[in-house]
């Protein structure tokens, strides 16, 4: 197994690699050039400003010429900045924020203050590179390389095979909060509560991988346990926040609110800290502040100036102890923490220590980052599936030298069912599409549900059997249909003729009476998602 010295050494010119092949995937000489690559979006106004957001100011942009937004690569939650139309690249931004909601005509940015001035011309986006995330990243290697002590100190060692992993003899027991827990699931959790220091769920698709995470976490916290849960993504934090949150345990949500799933806003940070007492007086003093920067507005004698002066300081002092007071107290007091892997690098989190580091997707996510999460306890657990898609690594070179591979992984190559479980019954697929699957990858281990094995379209309410609603899969060849791949501009490939067979497909269901809305096409290539946006448009 590779050495902690030889990760280390290995690992950070990668993080340099990958950061470079970011931003010069999105940064150019011209702004007219990155607006060719989507990266900016020019000539916008902003039609309306709304706070609420707990307190963020949700600012939204429509176009000034046209009614639909020009084509762009901007994703909710990308870190963008507010320019006036006209300026250089390199010029200073009249505010950054984080994009909140995009639709075909409007994008929406929430921002901590509202830019002072200039919302009234024409203005432009740029999307940011995240630089953020490498910098924590480097950050938790430097950490790992002198980590004599600290909460993990016990847990390294066997993540890089200087010692066994240990577990407990004794059958740990538990009674379930989830009554329908299948065998390969409550075996799972079991085996994870005995681990005393890394156990790994391999849980392939469909497995209930999330359903056992939560029961592990209710069990855990059933025990007395301070758990930070983290994943790569923000959406999959919000998938266990929201499963956990029908359970009366303590959580509370990390991140930044315009990142979260509305249906988990009571969960953030932010929400429970505007509730907490520290931030009411926190509010009180921010009213006093402004009476007296007032007062200091309209004051002509020196000494009251100073006086007031003096006096506002103590108060943004005293303002800033209570805030940070109620912060620290909600994170205290939950049992539960979760965010995403490069936010538990979060200021918020120094100096806490939690029992059990939980990280979900933890297959998807680059080791490195899962390492800003693992140092901040003594034992894990990483919950994923090596046999799907590993992490997206931009650069070829950082790729090649090793960054694609997961701890998940690497763990499972070290130690295999030492350490694993894995859960062997589906619930999403008729057993005619997990066989493939099941076959190739998971040694056939793998069993269709009885709710699932056999469950065709025309089982739903209003589906009629059709010969579109009678197959449980359908394979088109389009070798020899004169349907040849094109690239577009940016190197992204496209088949029109693919897209008009599988729209036709998708009509015929729609005909038998399944939902439009619970059709799902699924492409690699972000030229064909535009050729299929303009056939349906144009249908
Ligand atoms: N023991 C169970 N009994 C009945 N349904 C279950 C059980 N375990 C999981 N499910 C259902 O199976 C589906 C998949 O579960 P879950 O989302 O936990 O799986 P997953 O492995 O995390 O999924 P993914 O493939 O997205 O990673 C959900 O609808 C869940 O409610």
Redesign the pocket.
């Known amino acids: 197994m590779v050495s902690l010295q030889e990760f280390v050494s290995s690992m950070a010119p990668l993080i340099d690699l990958e950061k470079a092949a970011e931003i010069s995937a999105e940064s150019a000489t011209s702004s007219k050039s990155l607006e060719r690559r989507g990266c900016i979006m020019s000539n916008l106004k902003c039609t309306d400003a709304q706070t609420g957001l707990m307190g963020k100011t949700l600012l939204e942009f429509q176009p000034n010429k046209g009614d639909v937004l020009p084509p762009h690569k901007f994703g909710t939650h990308d870190v963008v900045a507010l320019k006036p139309n006209k300026a250089d690249v390199a010029s200073s931004a009249l505010g950054q924020g984080v994009v909140y909601r995009l639709k075909d005509s409007s994008i929406t940015v929430a921002f901590d203050d509202i830019p002072e001035d200039g919302l009234n011309s024409p203005l432009r986006l740029e999307k940011l590179a995240n630089e953020v995330t490498y910098r924590r990243m480097k950050d938790a290697l430097i950490q790992l390389s002198k980590n004599q002590t600290g909460p993990s100190v016990n847990l390294v060692p066997v993540l890089f095979g200087e010692n066994p992993p240990m577990s407990s003899k004794d059958a740990a027991k538990f009674s379930p909060f989830n009554k329908?827990?299948?065998e390969s699931?409550k075996d799972a959790i079991s085996k994870a509560l005995r681990s005393k220091d890394v156990f790994l769920l391999h849980?392939p698709?469909?497995?209930?991988?999330?359903?056992t995470i939560i029961e592990i976490i209710l069990q855990e916290v059933k025990r007395g346990s301070k758990i930070l849960a983290c994943a790569a993504s923000n959406i999959a934090v919000d998938n266990i926040v929201e499963r956990l949150s029908q359970y009366r345990t303590k959580l509370v949500r990390l991140g930044h609110p315009a990142r979260l799933l509305p249906q988990v806003l009571d969960s953030a940070l932010d929400a429970q800290v505007l509730r907490a007492d520290n931030s009411s007086l926190a509010g009180d003093i921010r009213k006093e502040m402004k009476v007296l920067n007032s007062k200091l507005l309209k004051a002509k004698d020196k000494n009251t100036k100073r006086d007031i002066r003096k006096e506002l300081r103590t108060l943004a002092k005293e303002e800033r102890k209570r805030q940070q007071l109620a912060v620290a107290d909600v994170i205290k007091n939950a049992d539960v923490v979760l965010s995403t892997l490069t936010g538990a690098s979060s200021k918020k989190l120094y100096g806490i220590t939690f029992d059990l580091v939980i990280i979900d997707e933890a297959a998807q996510a680059l080791e490195m980052a899962c390492w800003i999460a693992l140092l901040k306890g003594p034992r894990c657990v990483l919950a994923g599936d090596h046999l799907q898609l590993p992490p997206t690594v931009q650069s070829a070179e950082a790729e090649k030298k090793g960054m694609g591979k997961t701890l998940f992984e690497r763990l499972t190559e070290a130690y295999g069912d030492q350490i694993t479980s894995m859960l062997t019954i589906q619930?999403?697929m008729h057993e005619l599409i997990m066989n493939w699957s099941s076959n190739e990858l998971y040694k056939n281990k793998i069993k269709a549900h009885s709710s699932v094995a056999e469950h065709m379209l025309y089982d739903l309410e209003e589906v009629k059997r059709s010969s579109s609603t009678e197959p449980t899969i359908i394979l088109v060849d389009t070798t020899g249909c004169d349907m040849e791949e094109v690239k577009d501009e940016e190197e992204s490939t496209m088949n029109e003729g693919e897209a008009s067979v599988s729209i036709a497909h998708a009509k015929l269901l729609v005909e038998s009476g399944v939902r439009a809305s619970d059709i799902g096409i699924i492409t690699p290539y972000a030229a064909q998602v535009c050729a299929y946006m303009l056939s349906i448009l144009s249908n």
């Open positions: 329908n827990l299948d699931q849980g698709p469909g497995t209930g991988k999330t359903t619930y999403r």
